[in-house]
Each structure stands twice: as C-alpha cells, then as structure tokens.
DNA sequence: GCAATATTGTTATGATATAACACTCATACC
DNA sequence: GGTATGAGTGTTATATCATAACAATATTGC
C-alpha cells in the first residue's frame, strides 16, 4: 500500500542510496536500449551525492570540476535525459534536480521540502494519486503528470526550533 | 464541501469574472489595511483578463504599454504583493501568475493544467488537503505550504484530438 | 507642515534554460 | 575492417526568469 521513503536521514549510509540507485539507472538503461553515457552516469551520481535537491549549475560545475564541459547545455541534456528516464525528479518549487528512489516502478514524484533545512524528502500515496486521477476525470480532464510539493518544517527541523524555546 | 471553479471556459463572461475578482480585491486590501496601488490593480487585472497564466515579463510588457516603469522589479513588486494577499497564484511548473478566483477564503491553489491549450482550472478539494496534511503530520512534518498542480489533456482538447482522428 | 514609512524608479546583475550548428563517436550493416 | 547512420557532445550565443541595492517620491499619521 502506501509507500515512503526519504534518503536525506542522516542515520542511513547514504553510498548504500547511491550504490542501488545507480544500479537500477544501469538495468533500466539496458533494458530500454538508452545509453548511461559518462556525463549522464557521473550527473546521476552527483545528483545522489547531495542529500538534498541540486540545482542545475551547481551540478554543472560539478562536472566542469571534473573535467566535462562546462556549458549549460551539457547538464541540461544530461537532466533532460535522467529526466525522461525517470531516475531523477524535479522539484518546480526549487528549480532544482533529485535523484529518484524507485526508478525501477513507476510512480509520481510527491515531496515533502524542509523550508528550513531544504531536505526533500519523497513519498508516493497510491491513494493521493487515485483521488486526484478520479477528481481530474470529473472535469473531463485526462491526467498525465502530477507535481505534489508539500512545503513546511520537517520533524526534525521543528524539534530543534521548539527545543531552542523550551 | 468540494469545490471547484474554472475561469478558463469561453461560454462565461470572463467580464464578470475580472470585475468580481477586482471588487474583492479591493475590498480584501480595505479589510486589512493595505493599499491596492495603480500599478498593483491593473497587474491583477490584466492578469484576470488573460484566460491562461500569464509570465511576468508578458504582464511588465502589457504595463509598460501603458506608460508604467518597464524594469523587471515593477512587475515583481507588483507579483509579491498579490501573491502575498493571496489574490493570484503563482504555476510553479510554467512560472506564470494565475488570477485567484476566491481570495476571499483562504486555500490552497490546486491547479490542473492542460498541455494542450494551456488553459488552467484551478480546483480546491478539502478532502485531498486533509488527505495530505495527515500525511505530512504522519511524518512528522509540519505543513505549511503546497504546491499541487496536475497536467494533461482538457476536456476540450481530448474531445477535439479524438474527433480528429473519428 | 513634517517626520516616518511605504512605494516606486533605476541600474545592474544573478540565476535558470534553450537555440542553433559543428563535430565526434558508437553502432549496425555490409 | 570500412563506412554510413544517428546519437551524443562541444561551442557560441542568447532567451527567460528573478533579485540586489540604493535613490527618489508619495502617503500617512501626527
């Protein structure tokens, strides 16, 4: 049933994240015949280093760092294909990149953001999403995509906030 | 209980609409004190008078046009400032600016989107926002803000691309 | 009127994203 | 293995979205 899941506890060995992530990204790619090229690959990597979302040019200079190009439409094409694939979301809110726990189902991208400490952290209600697929056809409309981003204080982030005045 | 309202469909008088939406505007800024200058009523109204979300460049061009200051922090100002009073939304995944149909209570701007036409409903189901507020609160979250906006075909669009291929 | 504050003007720049065209490399086919 | 094809990348330029910082002006409360 419902499912969540966050990758920005700072309890969790994170490499673990990135190791499985970038697992998946490799069987899914060919599986579909689409090519993990290195700058893709490396993006994708990136994008999991951070525990929270990246944005764009923070990626992009990144991977200049490293050696690959450093003009935009380097990442931007390595984005518009992790994209498409599925293996990173974006956060519209933030105009900003994070990589996607469970690329291999195929799921909505639903987002709960510390406006504090700006983790992301992903969840995925099957029961959200059939409730706003069943209310869509009441208008006749067909839905395609979803973006749910829920902003406030993470648990943690109101733990230390009410902590300080206690 | 549910409540729905679009702006979008040509049969109404969207007439009645902007005259409605600039009453109450008026009347909200009265209630509490703030002060609905030139430039900030005719942004709202030219943003109510564009059936689709309008870009803030788009709605400095249109002020400009008519004599007000053309640099970008016009129409940002301007944008703050409804958005603050809650008299228009901003579409997180066009950056465009949305006329808010019922400032007058205060809600959430659920939007759906069509691809197509570009057209925007917005919609305000409390069931999905008590749906998600327990959520959040599940994990410990404290909610505060939400972005909800769902893409695809329109209503109309469906009908007009299927009776194309009928 | 005058001080305090809110609003607007102005210049500059930062941040995000794409267009267009040239070049290189991987792959598939012979 | 050669070579045509298309996918991917390099490169330059530019479009689009948004804010910082400070000066000038208008509004309000006294």
């Avoid at 929270?52 to 380097?74: C, D, V």
Wanted: with cysteine.
């Amino acid at each position: 049933m419902d499912h969540q899941e966050s990758h920005t506890h700072s309890s969790h060995n994170h490499n673990d994240c990135i190791e499985t992530a970038l697992a998946t990204a490799e069987t899914l790619c060919l599986e579909q015949g689409q090519r993990l090229t290195k700058v893709r690959r490396r993006a994708l990597e990136l994008i999991w280093q951070s525990h929270r979302p990246l944005g764009a040019y923070q990626l992009l200079a990144k991977l200049a760092e490293e050696g690959f190009n450093s003009a935009p439409p380097t990442v931007y094409r390595a984005l518009d294909f992790l994209l498409a694939a599925g293996l990173v979301h974006k956060v519209e809110s933030m105009n900003a990149y994070l990589g996607c726990a469970h690329a291999d189902k195929p799921h909505k991208g639903y987002f709960l953001i510390c406006d504090s400490c700006h983790n992301v952290m992903e969840f995925d209600y099957q029961d959200v999403h059939t409730s706003l697929l069943e209310k869509a056809a009441r208008h006749g409309f067909e839905l395609r995509a979803e973006t749910i981003e829920l902003t406030g204080l993470c648990a943690k982030c109101k733990m230390a906030s009410t902590g300080a005045n206690a």
